[in-house]
């Protein structure tokens, strides 16, 4: 099966080239996602835990279009620039995985906009839906 990108609509442009996310042989892979608007800037500077929505929800936007749900998500690397935010992510984190929880990582690092305090790629297994 080829690759087929997923763009959920009402998306913002990309900052460089690539896909909001790919699906290919039933497997959805979304690319790493910051808590930015339609015009790239960062949204609830300072506050990890509604950046975490943010991105959780855009996620979750791409997923959809591509025939999923949050559940079929089963693997997820997360990344956030400080330690000290790792409860609030976790906090919001655990609401929108209710269930069985996906594998992961976390990594502490510094993300392409210093505004930004948390970026997550996604890995879903949807089926032969799209």
Not at 50 to 69: H, M, N, P, W, Y
Not at 71 to 95: E, L, M
């Amino acid at each position: 099966m080829p690759m087929m990108a997923v763009i959920p609509p009402g998306s913002g442009k990309p900052l460089a080239p690539y896909s909001p996310g790919t699906l290919a042989d039933g497997v959805l892979y979304v690319s790493g996602t910051l808590p930015f608007d339609k015009e790239n800037n960062v949204l609830h500077v300072g506050d990890a835990a509604a950046q975490t929505r943010v991105v959780l929800d855009t996620i979750k936007s791409v997923v959809e279009a591509a025939g999923g749900s949050m559940a079929d998500i089963t693997f997820n690397s997360i990344f956030i620039t400080d330690w000290a935010n790792y409860a609030a992510i976790n906090a919001v984190y655990a609401t929108y995985f209710p269930g069985d929880k996906p594998a992961r990582y976390c990594i502490q690092c510094g993300l392409v906009k210093p505004d930004a305090l948390i970026e997550i790629a996604s890995i879903a297994h949807i089926g032969s839906k799209g």
